[in-house]
């Protein structure tokens, strides 16, 4: 396979730093943010301020990992911190609240899922508009070094007209690491299938609806769900269907984690390698082929986990400072990612289209 080295403009796989970054007060210190935030802003060179959490112990533990100078004693005291973006790490359930507490006309990164549900990504929305928030999504497998040269290669007419995209997840995940799921009613499509959904409405725009069916698993019978599968109809344009196991048990043989975006003069498959190996990982993979060219692998810049974190934060300070046009991932494009998971919901529970009685 040819290596593609020899492009004199490559494929974008990151996004641009702001010229002046404004420090960070991280609100709520759980998992992801020392997994992935807090790696991300130290790779990107993002000062944080400081750190607030109800669990004051993790807090402090979260700071002295990372050295961070301040944990604040209240939401009051980090809310109250000028001139910083706030990157709010937080259940669902706890958004409103948080929001409620910044200041008017704040810069905010929320974490995914925006909200349990549709009405409460609403009520979001109507928050951040009523206090004029400058508020983001962290919907951040949209800026991962493979799904950003995706786009560019969608936007420069390589792949011409999109015709067909499938993402096919075989994978063990240790459910075990997230206990909270098991107090959920939504969890596989809410929870993880969110992002695969998000990125494919950022890409081809919202679809015309949706079919849908996600399963729980006799092996974990305290998760609501941790199977889909879901169709996107975008009418005759392009065929795209996710087929999603979360609980595959026959080993390293037969694991896939793979997008295809396919179209009528090229086509890119994508192995998201966090996903085989959670979360320890394997190499992230991207071949693809152009018109009459050879097929050939791209040389990576970066993964998931931690390099598509910064890309968020990134685009929301520069759009905050007026060197981006545009927010991707503003609260008001998000809510068509929730209403989408809510139609796939609701897809779900009607149980599809009975058989015709044959007597």
Not at 97 to 121: N, R, Y
Not at 151 to 169: I, S
Not at 208 to 234: C, E, H, M, W
Request: aromatic letters at 8%.
């Amino acid at each position: 396979m040819t290596a593609l080295t020899d492009l004199r403009d490559p494929l974008r796989q990151h996004w641009p730093a702001p010229s002046a970054p404004r420090p960070i007060v991280v609100i709520g210190t759980g998992g992801i943010v020392n997994d992935a935030h807090l790696p991300a802003y130290r790779k990107a060179g993002f000062a944080v301020a400081g750190v607030y959490d109800q669990d004051g112990k993790r807090a402090r533990e979260t700071a002295e990992r990372w050295n961070i100078d301040r944990v604040y004693d209240n939401l009051a005291a980090a809310a109250s911190v000028p001139g910083v973006v706030f990157d709010l790490a937080l259940p669902p359930s706890a958004i409103v609240p948080v929001l409620e507490a910044l200041p008017d006309a704040a810069t905010v990164l929320i974490q995914k899922p925006m909200g349990s549900d549709l009405a409460h990504g609403r009520a979001i929305v109507a928050t951040c508009r009523r206090k004029r928030l400058v508020a983001a999504v962290n919907h951040q497998l949209r800026f991962a070094p493979y799904m950003l040269a995706v786009r560019d290669a969608l936007q420069r007419g390589w792949l011409g007209r999109v015709t067909d995209v499938e993402m096919h997840l075989n994978v063990a995940d240790p459910w075990q690491l997230f206990p909270f799921l098991e107090a959920m009613e939504r969890v596989e499509i809410q929870v993880h299938s969110i992002h695969y959904l998000d990125l494919i409405r950022s890409l081809l725009g919202n679809p015309q609806g949706v079919y849908a069916l996600t399963l729980p698993d006799p092996r974990f019978p305290k998760l609501k769900s941790t199977r889909s599968s879901i169709i996107l109809n975008y009418g005759d344009g392009a065929r795209v269907c996710l087929s999603l196991n979360h609980n595959y048990a026959h080993g390293e043989h037969g694991q896939a984690a793979t997008f295809k975006f396919e179209g009528t003069e090229g086509v890119m498959f994508v192995q998201i390698g966090v996903m085989l190996d959670y979360p320890k990982g394997r190499p992230d993979k991207v071949e693809m082929k152009f018109g009459s060219g050879p097929w050939q692998e791209l040389a990576l810049a970066g993964t998931w986990f931690p390099d598509a974190f910064i890309g968020p934060m990134s685009n929301l300070q520069r759009f905050a400072a007026g060197e981006d046009c545009e927010l991707l991932t503003s609260v008001d494009d998000v809510l068509n990612t929730m209403a989408l998971v809510e139609a796939a919901y609701a897809s779900s529970a009607s149980g599809g289209v009975p058989l015709p009685r044959l007597d």
